[in-house]
Structure formats: C-alpha cells, structure tokens
Nanobody, 126 residues
Framework: QVQLVESGGGSVQAGGSLRLSCAAS????????FGWFLQAPGKEREGVAA???????SYADSVKGRFTISKDNANNTLYLQMNSLKVEDTAIYYC????????????????????WGKGTLVSISS
C-alpha cells in the first residue's frame, strides 16, 4: 500500500519561500505520476504541479515561474519549492500519486489520482 506523508508547511509573509516535501513508501517498480494539489478555504481542490513517469513537469498557470516540482528517486521523496509566495497561495497542500503513465498535464488538470497524503497547511500573510 502506497503511503504519502507531506511536511514543510508553515506560515510565512508574502514574498517568502517554503519547500514542501512528500515522503512516499510502498512504491513498486511500476511507473507513477506525482502531483501537488491545493485546497483553499471554501474552494475545491485543484492541481498545482505534476511530474510524470518520464520526468516531464507541468504547472497551473497561477504558479508558473514561482513553484518548482522535483523528485528524488533514490529517497522516494517529492518536493515543491514555492517562491514569491502570495496571500492567495494560502491553502492545504496535498501530495498525490497515480499508478500510471499519464502525462503531467493530465495530472494538473485533475486526472484521478490513486493515493493521497493528509496534507500540510501553508499560510501566507500580507
């Protein structure tokens, strides 16, 4: 059973940076796509960034140029480097994995993911 555990959330001022981590366990040798999603208060969950099984990345328009997704295959850890943070980035951030070769744009667009973490809170103040 795949388990995903996020960490790295916190409270920072606008313009600051945070790096989220997602430790994955239970992975097999089969291909996976990974993504970061956020859910702001009162809103639906939406895709932020994704990396697919061949290492291609995609981003939501709202975070392009500010966020970077990466993956450490040796340690089964997914990262989201978030720079130039804005108040509107405030949300719970979730890590997710799909046991699939789906391309990264499909992950960001909301393709069904198979496994989810419990989330980590990011709070940006002005």
């Amino acid at each position: 059973q795949v388990q995903l555990v996020e960490s790295g959330g916190g409270s920072v001022q606008a313009g600051g940076s945070l790096r989220l981590s997602c430790a994955a366990s239970g992975l097999t040798n089969s291909p996976y796509a990974f993504g970061w999603f956020l859910q702001a208060p009162g809103k639906e969950r939406e895709g932020v960034a994704a990396i697919d099984s061949i290492g291609s990345t995609s981003y939501a328009d709202s975070v392009k140029g500010r966020f970077t997704i990466s993956k450490d295959n040796a340690n089964n850890t997914l990262y989201l480097q978030m720079n130039s943070l804005k108040v509107e980035d405030t949300a719970i951030y979730y890590c997710a994995a799909a046991h699939s070769t789906i391309p990264s744009p499909a992950v960001v667009a909301g393709y069904g993911m198979d496994y989810w973490g419990k989330g980590t809170l990011v709070s940006i103040s002005s």
